[in-house]
């Protein structure tokens, strides 16, 4: 980076601090400083769901998947693509709750001021690691972008830099509270779309200028050369060069997983829609805000694919794929000296600090309203509640910088965070249409999801240590390994040259460290227009350990099946001899050994896909049965807050309240539009306005999926 981009870096900055400072003086009570007086329209309302929705980790996610997967690599970030035309049925939801924070919603739904106190450890817990996730994609991003590899007494870049970007975010965030967070985002969200497409046409045209003809310098050329040094199959949405790492069954399951979870995510209360002036402001901030996320993600995918083309021979990236985005911005931007790189940095950050700062907010409003006030001090004047969540603020960005400086595996922790809402999603999804579901059976259901999904697979091996002997469970799936013979392209070529570098002076027996391990395997010798083999194995991963499974002594291979068409052959192995597992264990795949199922013929995506079944459906199961066995709520709350969630809300305050107030005097009339009247289910009939909103939501949804595929195809 040269002065300039720095210039540019600073100045962002400090827009970003001084909004802030302008926005803590208009900061009077909670609701200003949580809510932002719950005044913002359209627009706002579309940036915040926009920037919050949009994590620095994913544009870094999406460049390092794209670059080993081809396409299909969108996924890991696109899966959220199935889920956002549930959010035009949802924002109205937060909007009705009028709740400052979803602990609030728990505490009335449930007559439980300890099931909020719950809610929020689980929302600081969520927060601390999903954010750490950003810190460490911003990372990963700015080390090929700065050219430095140490920071300040000669630390690895990242011990000055995370510290140093959780410092701006508390100074505007914790200062100005939402109206701040929300302001900044409007910003933050423009520069999020710049990222986006700002590598594309630069990166197309330094393709037609590097590797074009005389005359060939037209974006046109770019996408064409692109294509000829890329690989076909590289080009799928559903069928990359990895065999199927992102294959339907397990996109599907992940969106899946996402739905049931996003909508108890804490930052939903205000992103969703709470803070809205009215329901239509809250449905189309947080669906149009969500698309324009999605179609961000098409142009991290399509910035990926060029830099495969380009930047195949990168040492810097064989070495590290999340480094994709920082080494492309800087071979493409930085000879061009206009301070694009600063400026691409800056759009990084205003991703990871644009949901940042409403994480923190929303999370220090749990803490007020669910820990301080219902168990601290509930007579404090508003000033000293704000006080409290502005530190409390700060200890979330502390903690989540703290497990950046610890993990640094952007995909794993995002994955990792994605089961973590699976505590609260039954008791809410149950809760807010079946009034048969009681305080006591949702404390069950937590009691067992929390056992069953995070403390058991841990503690039963500590407790059984000789089950990681165990012969049984130390199976593992079929080894496979594909063949395809087809002509090399420039890319093939490339790889491997900057395989090769990166390794040299890796492999060290003495420290029993080899560069297949750090890179990859070692990518097949390649000459440009002749035939390549390219062989893939996949498989022989561990059913029942998480950690895997260690070989102890000879392990021998014996084929069981093998396919051959004539351009690709398929063999399958089956690799006996002693193994030892390791790290946790999965319960739930027990279950299907019980059962009799098979899995060691299935692959690896399809046993992360087995686990979804348990995660659904077995909470809502327990959570069904244990509401039948144990007291229902009282009627008198159920009906006041069904009445509620049945009252549309006004956009002035003082006639929504009074609004309220005649419902709840006449329950039966907000009650009419029930599907299913006289009965525990809360059901109501959609109106004109639901029905066109969601079927209007999957439209987009089938029309950017083509775009992606048309996008894919220019030039080939």
Known sequence: MTTIDYIVLAAY???MIAIGIYAMRRVSDQEDYFMGGRGFG???????????????????????????????????ALMWLFVTPVYWIAAVWYRRMRHLTLGDWFVERYESRSMGAAYTLFAIVFYMFYLSTMFSAVAAFAVPLMGVETGLFGLELKYTLIPAIAVVVILYGVLGGLSAAYWTDLIQGLFIILLSTLLIPFGLWALAEQFGTDGQTSMMDGFRIMHERVSGDYFSLFNGPSSGEFPIHYILSLSLLGMIGIVVQPHFIATGGGSAKTEEEARIGLVVGNFLKRLCTAGWALTALIALALLAGSPEIAANPDRVWGVAAREILGPLNLGLVGLMLACLLAAMMSSADTYMIVTSGLVVRNVYAAYINANADEKKYVLVGRLTGLIIIIGAAFFALLYGDVFGQFKMTLELPILFAAPFWLGMYWRRVNRTAVWGTIAFSFLFFFVLPVAVPLVAPGLHNSPGLAATTKTVTTTIVRPATESDVARREAWLEASQG????????????????????AILGQPITLKKTTGGKSIFWRGGVKPVGRQESFLVEEQDDGETRVQTYRIDGKKVGAGSLNIDFLLYSALGVDLSGVSSTMLETLRLPTRLFAPFLVLFLLSYVTPRGRSDVLNRYFTKMNTPVL???????QALERAYLAPVSACKRKLYPGS???FTRPTKFDVFGFLASCVVCALIILLLIWLANIGS
């Not at 915040?48 to 890991?76: C, D, I, K, R």
């Not at 956009?651 to 309240?657: F, T």
């Open 506 to 525: 890796i492999d060290d027996q003495a420290a029993g460290v080899k560069a297949k391990d750090l890179l990859g395997p070692e990518p097949p010798e």
């Open 13 to 15: 900055f400090l827009v």
């Open 651 to 657: 956009a002035d305050h003082e006639a929504d309240r």
């Open 680 to 682: 525990d289910w809360e």
């Open 42 to 76: 359209k627009i706002l309302q579309t940036f915040a769901a926009f920037g919050a929705g949009t994590g620095a980790h994913e544009p870094v996610q999406v460049g390092s998947t794209t670059w080993t997967s081809g396409l299909s690599g969108v996924w890991s």
